[in-house]
């Protein structure tokens, strides 16, 4: 296995299989994750030693995230061709899930996508992001709201559930009302099971980390980001999706169904505005994955 392993914090039962390194597009504005990793393909081989060492050590294992930045780049046929080895290897596998971003589903067809449900993959974790094409285009994400939302519209058709990143205050200060209804609107239409929620966070090696320091971005103040995130909840009409907000970047780390727990998510941020109401004008300060106020 390579060094760089990522996942999503509710994978973490999830056997974790190598397929790629790195990611594809590996030019987000924000992300440093795979900055010194090159993208390649694993060969077949070696995600077959994976699956059978799995067998001896985890014979149990009945779910598969497939690593790493987006594994769902791989084409359909590969894509397959991994599932058949880990049904024949891992028989009790029902899910094999993996980061995919809108730009991987964009190569598949829609026969495809049905024929990769049939195989047992679904609930992919997407980084949307942001449904605010000036926020997009500026975050390098490589597509329009528009373009995010035919795309998972077909992922969606096809039976393939996904979860979507979601990252608070990427338009900046002056738009976050903007970016939470349009945000909102792009979530509404495209129904993720799961929002799993973080705030602008950068590290040095990426450009908007430079642009922050610059000042040509503004981020917002803590009082922006309840803001923003209030005004994402109140648009978020979803059902039954579940509202993951536990990343430490967050101002309030909670979590709850939607709509079932809206009110108490809204009261949540409510009472962080009044215990740091000393603070709400300031600028975050960061620590350890972006960690603000602590609380
Ligand atoms: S945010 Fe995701 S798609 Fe963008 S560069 Fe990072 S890993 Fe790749």
């Not at 000393?278 to 609380?295: F, N, S, T």
Request: hydrophobic share 35%; glycine share 8%.
């Amino acid at each position: 296995m390579g060094n760089l392993i990522y996942r999503p914090p509710f994978e973490a039962d999830s056997l974790l299989v190598e397929a790629t390194c790195g990611c594809s597009h590996n030019c987000c504005s924000f992300c440093t994750m795979y900055k010194d990793v090159p993208f390649r393909v694993l060969p077949e081989s070696q995600v077959e030693d994976q699956l059978r060492l799995a067998a001896e050590i985890r014979p149990e294992a009945d779910r598969v995230f497939l690593e790493n930045g987006d594994a769902f780049v791989l084409g359909a046929d590969r894509l397959s061709q991994i599932a058949e080895a880990i049904h024949r290897i891992l028989p009790r596998v029902s899910t094999i899930a993996m980061y995919a971003s809108v730009l991987n589903i964009r190569t598949k067809s829609d026969e495809e996508l049905r024929e990769l449900r049939s195989f047992g993959i679904n609930e992919l974790n997407i980084g949307v992001e942001s449904g605010l094409d000036e926020a997009l285009r500026r975050m390098n994400k490589g597509y329009t709201a528009e373009e995010a939302e035919y795309e998972l519209y077909r992922l969606r058709n096809a039976g393939i559930d996904y979860s979507a990143n979601l990252i608070l205050g990427l338009a900046g200060a002056g738009l976050w009302r903007e970016n939470a209804e349009a945000t909102a609107e792009l979530m509404n239409k495209t129904n993720p099971s799961l929002i799993f929620t973080g705030t602008v966070h950068t590290e040095p090696g990426c450009r908007l980390y430079d642009e922050i320091e610059s000042g040509a971005f503004v981020e917002n103040t803590i009082g922006g980001y309840l803001d923003e995130e209030e005004c994402l909840l109140h648009h978020l009409t979803l059902d039954y999706s579940f509202f993951f907000g536990l990343h430490p970047s967050n101002v309030v780390r909670m979590q709850g169904y939607l709509q079932r727990d809206k009110e108490r998510l809204l009261a949540e941020l409510g009472a962080c505005r009044n215990r740091h109401s000393a603070e709400l004008d300031k600028k975050p300060v960061r620590g350890q994955e972006g960690a603000i106020l602590g609380e």
